[in-house]
């Protein structure tokens, strides 16, 4: 005996798209990234309806997390090429093996839209890879930011997490960072990867605070912190980093050479 299914209770609610085909609207879209948000149900995975078993749940949450991934509902910068690419190629691998063991559900599902669509999707990763591998390709012709020894090796972990391994990179760029604790602009890499590839805010706060408190001081550490506390709303947090840029031994050639005015933004945080 087939599983009994029953119409989906989030996408369900009887108000369009929420007729229970699968779509739901979701605070992701009204995100403003480069790809838009996909609108499938993490209540039914696209399918409309629901079935009672803890199998599908796992499922269909997965499928929501990568829903999420793929359009991160929160105030940072929009993630690199490589976080698209990684969500997408989940939610294609998830959304297939859902409708081969639940099938399509409801008629009008976004399952059967996914699958009829699926052209659109294929194409969607195509430029993405292709996005990748050029990004990477110039990450490899550009000279090494540093000329320390761990210069190479810390390169490699960045292009892993642009061309989509990003545990694996961000792995390796940890690995660098405890064989050289006292150094700024590793750990200060690492927070700035963490934040876009991982989302994970708590993390690259930690990194990038470290960062200020090593050799070689930069003013440009100083500002990442400061940004991400601006991003975070904390005003009062903000101010100070801000201050603190003027006083580096690098703050006149940051002037010259990055595009921000710590003065401005200085004074209309406190007027
Ligand atoms: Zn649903």
New binding site residues.
Partial sequence: MAIQSKL?T???SGFDPND?N?Y?FDSDMNQSRIFPAIPI?G??GGL?V?FDTEDFKTRVNRIKTLRFQFCPIDPFPDPPTAVYYVALTGLIKEINALTKAYGFGNDNSFARDFKNNFRLYRDMLSIMEMTMNMGAQKLKETPLYTSKVYAQAAMGATIKCFTGQIDEGIKQLKDLCEKYPNDSELINNLGTLCLLYKRDSDEAMKCLIKSTTLEPRKSLHFLSVAQLFHMLKNDQDTLVYLKLIKEQPDYQEFKKSVPFNVEAAIRSLES
């Fill in positions: 989906c989030w996408c369900g229970g699968g739901l149900c209540g039914c409309g629901q």
